[in-house]
């Protein structure tokens, strides 16, 4: 059987991605070729500070046989990036560097429709500078999947999906629709039928607390509720609109596969607390399959060693097929 082999992008410089990774391929057998884009230079000054002993295998972009690669090496292919030191404070002087890290490979995935790709944490701040809401709205605009993309916290046993992501919450009222809805449960449903070949039990939830407020056409009444009358119409597995305080209680927990929230924390913050970092990042509805683990760059933690692989070594063995 031939492994298709995962792009990875390291993403922000000054973040824990390296020591994760590190951990992830010494600890864990992959089959799937691993190609990782990042500085040489950076990974080998982290390798050194973080106490690990890897060999390098160095290629290059037009690499014609993919095939043959292994993960006896780190497969890397280098993308400059000038430092002073190896671990530095997060900053706008990564950002050309990031771009190009995603350029490359976007580049690579396009030539090989086959390849997947999972990137490492990106300072959303530094890097994206209000030109984007986050990594699954970027890598949308770049694919030109703009208001297609999905993102799915998954875990085996519950996923999470907001139907907003990284939005303030004043703003989130404005963007919440039927189409949206609509175009959010087919996209997961679609998933679960390809990877699991079962259609997901979805909850939805209100936006306002225990799904009511006090003026007229509230977002409940006047598109959350239809929005689920017609998705159950056309037969797929929805109900709520549900209470977010509650729809997480054990009870509830058994009779779902994935908890569709109206904004991010909204789910993402009981996700966590359920799953720790047994969890990963799935944008749904680009061109690619793209994954990434369910952490950000942590900069406090650089250096220390003391960083959990979990949700990369998760990311890595759902794409190992």
């Known amino acids: 059987m031939n492994y298709k082999p995962i792009i990875i992008i390291a993403g922000e410089p000054n973040s824990i991605f390296f020591e994760i990774f590190f951990k992830s391929i010494t600890t864990n057998y992959f089959k799937?070729?691993?190609i990782i884009i990042a500085s040489k230079e950076l990974m080998s000054q982290q390798m050194k500070k973080l106490g690990f002993n890897l060999k390098i295998n160095l290629i290059t972009e037009d690499y014609s046989n993919m095939s043959r690669l292994n993960n006896k090496k780190i497969n890397i292919?280098?993308?400059?990036?000038?430092f002073k030191k190896p671990f530095e404070k997060i900053s706008p002087k990564s950002n050309d560097y990031i771009a190009e890290c995603f350029k490359l490979a976007l580049r690579l995935i396009k030539k090989n429709k086959y390849l997947k790709l999972i990137n490492g944490p990106i300072s959303k701040k530094s890097f994206?500078?209000?030109k984007s809401l986050g990594i699954t709205e970027y890598l949308a605009q770049k694919t030109k999947r703009k208001n297609k993309a999905v993102m799915l916290i998954f875990n085996k046993k519950l996923s999470v999906s907001p139907l907003t992501t990284h939005l303030a919450l004043k703003n989130v009222h404005k963007h919440i629709s039927k189409q949206k809805i609509y175009t959010h449960i087919k996209l997961i449903t679609e998933f679960y039928k390809k990877n699991f070949n079962k259609k997901p039990k979805i909850a939805i939830t209100g936006l306002n607390p225990h799904c009511e407020s006090n003026?007229?056409?509230c977002e409940e009444d006047a598109t959350i509720l239809p929005a689920i009358r017609n998705l159950k119409a056309k037969n797929f597995k929805v109900q709520g609109p549900f209470p977010s305080d509650t729809i997480f209680i054990k009870e509830h927990l058994k009779n779902f596969d994935v908890i569709v929230g109206m904004y991010h924390d909204q789910v993402l913050s009981p996700m966590k607390a359920l799953f720790g970092f047994d969890a990963i990042n799935i944008t749904l509805?680009?061109?690619f399959v793209r994954?990434?683990?369910d952490h950000g760059p942590n900069s406090s933690m650089l250096g220390k060693n003391l960083s959990n692989p979990k949700s990369l070594i998760e990311s890595l063995k759902f794409l190992d097929k």
């Open 32 to 34: 799937s070729p691993l």
């Open 77 to 82: 292919i280098n993308v400059n990036y000038n």
């Open 128 to 130: 994206l500078d209000g």
């Open 215 to 217: 003026f007229k056409d």
């Open 285 to 287: 509805g680009l061109p």
């Open 291 to 293: 994954i990434s683990p």
